[in-house]
């Protein structure tokens, strides 16, 4: 079994600044991968960014990258030079190999201000 | 750009009633999925189809919740009869056939379920 914990229900930003989301995970898989999802308000989930377990290498997406501690299981989220575009839901999620099934987190709110 | 497609997007329905949720995924994605999204929480898999089979539908409640996807293309979520804790965002997203690798899944816009 999978658990995804997003320890941070809320964050805010300003504009042009930078914020991290925090986003541990449990697995008992070797082969696994993680994600993070952009569920803005009242539109659809997009994906940000995603991680191979098996690659030592942060994922980057321009202004997005990711932190991947693999032995403490930590996966957070790095948004440079926020946007007002960036305001949404931020979902943190695992796959496994063997099975295309996601597990998410609960989710943070993502604010950000002039 | 090619999206997953729902309807309705909002439903309100009464209790012990029957109601249905449709999605068509981007053309030639085999794999479909069926989540629901309680309010202030992530998305749980209800079920999930590889083309006309169910390969996962161990979260769902099969004494009121049916889902089909008869040709293989798009797809029916029924639940009968509806309860008030069915009131959620049911998310469809679909993806393509990729051997061992979880691959990127594009969602749809929803259906906003309110039960009264």
């Known amino acids: 079994a999978q658990t995804v914990t997003q320890s941070q229900p809320e964050m805010s930003v300003q504009e042009a600044e930078t914020v991290t989301l925090s986003c541990t995970y449990d697995?008992?898989?070797?082969?696994?991968?993680l994600f993070w999802y952009k569920q803005p308000p009242s539109r659809q989930m997009i994906l940000v960014i995603r991680?191979?377990?098996?690659?030592?290498q942060n994922a980057t997406e321009n202004r997005f990258s990711v932190n991947f501690q693999k032995a403490a299981k930590s996966f957070s989220l790095k948004i440079s030079d926020s946007q007002l575009g960036d305001a949404a839901m931020y979902f943190c999620?695992?796959?496994?190999?063997?099975?295309?099934?996601?597990?998410f987190g609960t989710g943070t709110r993502l604010q950000v201000t002039l | 750009e090619a999206e997953v497609a729902q309807s309705p997007r909002y439903k309100i329905t009464e209790k012990s009633q029957a109601v249905a949720f449709w999605c068509d995924p981007i053309?030639?994605?085999?794999?479909l999925y069926w989540y629901r999204q309680i309010l202030g929480q992530g998305p749980e898999l209800l079920v999930q189809f590889q083309d006309e089979s169910v390969v996962d539908d161990s979260q769902l409640p099969k004494d009121r919740f049916s889902a089909e996807r008869l040709k293989g293309v798009d797809s029916t979520l029924k639940i009968q009869p509806a309860e008030l804790g069915d009131s959620a965002m049911y998310l469809c997203a679909s993806s393509t056939r990729l051997v061992g690798k979880p691959h990127e899944q594009y969602f749809g816009p929803g259906t906003r379920l309110t039960v009264t």
């Open positions: 697995t008992s898989e070797s082969d696994y991968y």
């Open positions: 053309s030639g994605h085999a794999t």
């Open positions: 999620a695992s796959g496994t190999g063997t099975a295309s099934k996601l597990t």
């Open positions: 991680q191979e377990a098996y690659k030592q």
